[in-house]
Nanobody, 121 residues
Framework: QVHLVESGGGLVRPGGSLGLSCAAS??????MGWFRQVSGKEREFVAS????????QLADSVKGRFTISRDDAKHTVHLQMNNLTPEDPAVYYC????????????????WGQGTQVTVSS
């Protein structure tokens, strides 16, 4: 049984930084990703990383501002978000699945409960 638990969401001012973590329990998933969703819109790919080898992908909208990393010992994936803008607020979801380097939500089999990120002055 796989469980993904996100943490680290909250309120930050424009231009600020926030770090999200996703603790994974159960069998190691080959590919881990972060998605975000605004109410009424489709879930949007943000970043992904492969557990072994660490191959990473970032959405164009966050390149240069967000980074994804993993802690193998703690089975945790991190999303560091810098220079946050009013376009970044959403519920951020951690996800995992067997398909490497995919940006499609349907390729991810397991999902966390989500954590809210708010950007406001």
């Amino acid at each position: 049984q796989v469980h993904l638990v996100e943490s680290g969401g909250g309120l930050v001012r424009p231009g600020g930084s926030l770090g999200l973590s996703c603790a994974a329990s159960g069998p190691i998933l080959y590919n881990m990703g972060w998605f975000r969703q605004v109410s009424g819109k489709e879930r949007e790919f943000v970043a992904s990383i492969i557990w072994e080898g660490g191959g990473m992908q970032l959405a164009d909208s966050v390149k240069g501002r967000f980074t994804i990393s993993r802690d193998d010992a703690k089975h945790t994936v991190h999303l560091q978000m810098n220079n946050l803008t009013p376009e970044d607020p959403a519920v951020y979801y951690c996800a995992g699945g067997p398909t490497p380097s995919t940006t499609r939500a349907q390729d991810y089999r397991y999902w966390g409960q989500g954590t809210q990120v708010t950007v406001s002055s």
